[in-house]
């Protein structure tokens, strides 16, 4: 969904399908983090504009810095980043991330968040999640490029159960 209008129709075809709303299903069907991020990200009515505010990219890839490094103690300004600002403004966010953080990009981050002893369940979401919107087929294609391995066998091979249907439904691939 790449528009504030795509993400209310699909809303709506949701209710109309599923005679409940999506929020309430991501609600009971989720925990944690996760949970709130996802309610977050299908309530929000984000700006599709291409206006960037590069100070506030900046300061937001610290606050993003600090979470994937597990230095935050709470998560809701990171849930409030990854779910109301545009796409324009998040990949603000990800390139001063990747300027400030020594060419560290969300693709490396996504690389060793699969590759940990344990996969990092925390770090593999906000990546999956927060680029789905707008360019996780791209990410997929520089993943193999670097890795020799599609990023769906590679989470496919490091998930299981749910969460592994979900993370390759996001990718939009079934199960491998």
Same mark, same amino acid.
């Given at each position: 969904?790449?528009?504030?209008?795509?993400?209310? @129709?699909?809303?709506?075809?949701?209710?109309?399908?599923?005679?409940?709303?999506?929020?309430?299903?991501?609600?009971?069907?989720?925990?944690?983090?996760?949970?709130?991020?996802?309610?977050?990200?299908?309530?929000?009515?984000?700006?599709?504009?291409?206006?960037?505010?590069?100070?506030?990219?900046?300061?937001?890839?610290?606050?993003?810095?600090?979470?994937?490094?597990?230095?935050?103690?709470?998560?809701?300004?990171?849930?409030?980043?990854?779910?109301?600002?545009? #796409?324009?403004? &998040?990949?603000?966010?990800?390139?001063?991330?990747?300027?400030?953080?020594?060419?560290?990009?969300?693709?490396?981050? &996504?690389?060793?968040?699969?590759?940990?002893?344990?996969?990092?369940?925390?770090?593999? #979401?906000?990546?999956?999640?927060?680029?789905?919107?707008?360019?996780?087929?791209?990410?997929?294609?520089?993943?193999?490029?670097?890795?020799?391995?599609? &990023?769906?066998?590679?989470? @496919?091979?490091?998930?299981?159960?749910?969460?592994?249907?979900?993370?390759?439904?996001?990718?939009?691939?079934?199960?491998?």
């Amino acid at each position: 969904m790449r528009f504030p209008e795509d993400l209310l @129709a699909a809303r709506r075809a949701y209710r109309s399908l599923y005679k409940r709303s999506l929020e309430e299903d991501l609600a009971s069907r989720t925990i944690g983090d996760i949970r709130r991020l996802l309610v977050a990200m299908a309530s929000a009515y984000k700006y599709d504009g291409e206006e960037i505010d590069e100070m506030l990219a900046q300061s937001e890839a610290g606050i993003l810095h600090d979470e994937i490094l597990g230095k935050a103690v709470e998560h809701e300004e990171t849930i409030t980043v990854l779910s109301t600002r545009s #796409n324009m403004q &998040l990949s603000a966010i990800f390139n001063r991330y990747k300027d400030i953080y020594g060419g560290r990009s969300i693709t490396k981050v &996504l690389r060793n968040s699969i590759n940990t002893v344990g996969t990092d369940e925390d770090a593999l #979401n906000r990546v999956i999640v927060t680029r789905a919107e707008k360019d996780l087929k791209k990410i997929s294609e520089l993943y193999l490029k670097r890795n020799d391995v599609s &990023l769906d066998q590679a989470i @496919a091979k490091e998930t299981s159960g749910d969460y592994k249907s979900f993370l390759l439904a996001l990718l939009g691939h079934g199960e491998t």
